[in-house]
């Protein structure tokens, strides 16, 4: 037998655990090469933008930012 209150649990959603919205401003150039890497890809534009920045910010490094 099953406990129904941990079953219930289980599938709630966690809103901290939601994608959160950004707003990113970048030049011409810059939304161009994302248009090009999404008719590649196939991807939305959105999910290429994301796809990059999560990446990036994988292998950023703080230290190398100028004061």
Known sequence: ???HTS???RFKLD???FPKRI???VSERVVDHIQAI???SGRSFSES????LAQGAEKFNP???ES
């Not at 933008?49 to 990059?52: E, N, Q």
């Open 38 to 40: 999404s008719a590649r």
């Open 7 to 9: 079953d219930v649990d």
């Open 1 to 3: 037998m099953s406990d």
């Open 49 to 52: 933008a994301a796809v990059i």
């Open 23 to 25: 707003d990113v401003f």
């Open 63 to 65: 230290e190398r930012l």
């Open 15 to 17: 809103p901290a655990k």
